[in-house]
């Protein structure tokens, strides 16, 4: 749930057509302790149950409600509500069907709910609720929630994989935003498109031993920097798309340069979400103060660390009922 133009990364993130932001280490829809956790919640409500899910994306949590309420013959009002511009029906392969009756709210800003007092039976979250201005997102989910009402939340913490892969990530994001890679790059597509030319023309080779041994000196600081960060798959994502480009040079070199200026937009994109998220963690502090918060206001709290496997914690679990 970020604000304003701070969203538009996550837009574009979400219009590529991505389920959730864990897709590259979970495929498909979320699964194990997560998908315990959230059918838990959703199997709790009865039919005709509001459900409105925070900073929801490509939707995979209303999917996960929507299959359970299938499975016990009860239908679920299912609303998703994002701060960046969703629109999981066109985004996803067949999202027209897979979404048909779901409302979403793109650019809805998780403190200004458009639902009226007391009228959502579960407000839930993940990976989205800790993105908003805590305090003002907490007083609406607290405002919509129905007397009988739920919250539930999944929150990135600050001692979870998640935390210490991102942590990796941005110093593999900052090294290729430092380095002259994709420039160097772009300066070889052309001169691999003449070599592929005057191979095919018998004419004589033309120059660029220059650019060629440029590019090689910033991969080869690349390929350094790989090993010396295993688990920033994004250094190995940008060394993957610029050997598409360079390939693709010889017959298409502007849709390689094309291919190039995109990986250099993806890689601000990619280190202003991770900033974000970083700054999105909670501590255990930060966690019991919500429970205070929650338990003030007459609701019974339980919460507990959320590991996808054991010793691997994800973040933190949270769910408060009231009456």
Known sequence: MIPDEAADPWSRLWQAGVLHSCATGI???????????????????????????LGTGNGPLLLLARGRAQARGVALELHGVDTADIDPPRALADGARLFAGVRFHPRTSACALPFGDGTVDLVCSQFGFEYAPREAALAEMLRVAAPRGRIALVVHSDDS?????????????????????????????????????ARHTGAPAPQGEAERLAFNRAAQALMDMIEALPEAQVLRSAATQIRNALEAA??????????????????????????????????AADLEALAVRLRAHGYAVRHAPLEQRPGAKIGWALEAVRG
Request: hydrophobic share 45%; with cysteine.
């Open 27 to 53: 495929q498909g829809n979320y699964d194990g302790p997560i998908r315990a956790f959230w059918e838990r919640q959703f199997d709790a409500l009865g039919d005709g149950a509001r459900v409105v899910d």
């Open 161 to 197: 994989v998640i935390a210490r892969v991102s942590a990796q990530q941005r110093q593999g994001c900052a090294f290729l935003r430092a380095s002259p890679v994709v420039e160097r790059a772009r300066a070889l597509v052309p001169v691999l498109h003449r070599a592929a030319r």
């Open 250 to 283: 010889a017959q298409v070199p502007v849709q390689a340069d094309a291919m190039l200026a995109r990986l250099h937009r993806h890689l601000a994109d990619e280190d202003l979400r991770l900033r974000q998220q970083q700054d999105a963690q909670l501590s």
